[in-house]
């Protein structure tokens, strides 16, 4: 069983920056890919971006151009850099490995780490 531990998430001003970062207790290159998910108040949870263990990426559409996955193999890590942040960022933000080219979450969800974006 994998655990992820996210960090990083905070309180940002619109136009603000965050990274958010993923510790892994295991491997990921056993997923299919990497990815992080959000969840805000009343909505369900969603994929933000995913990276494939080649390194290609994937992004939702109301983050493309303002958020960049990356991944280090060798430190388990996955790493969320989030720029421009808008209100309708607010959320909590969990990473986990993607099982299938669908990018159907495992079901190892770690506690997740809140951003807000608000003036």
């Known amino acids: 069983q994998v655990q992820f531990v996210e960090s990083g998430g905070g309180l940002v001003q619109p136009g603000g920056s965050l990274r958010l970062s993923c510790a892994a207790s295991?491997?990921?290159?056993?997923?299919?890919?990497m990815g992080w998910y959000r969840q805000a108040p009343g909505k369900e949870r969603a994929l933000v971006a995913v990276v494939k263990t080649n390194g290609v990426t994937n992004y939702a559409n109301s983050v493309k151009g303002r958020f960049t996955i990356t991944r280090d193999n060798s430190k388990n890590m996955v790493y969320l850099q989030m720029n421009s942040l808008e209100p309708d960022d607010t959320a909590v933000y969990y990473c986990?490995?993607?099982?299938?080219?669908?990018?159907?979450?495992?079901?190892?969800w770690g506690q997740g780490t809140q951003v807000t974006v608000s003036s």
């Open positions: 986990n490995g993607a099982v299938n080219s669908a990018y159907v979450p495992s079901d190892y």
């Open positions: 295991g491997s990921i290159l056993t997923f299919y890919a």
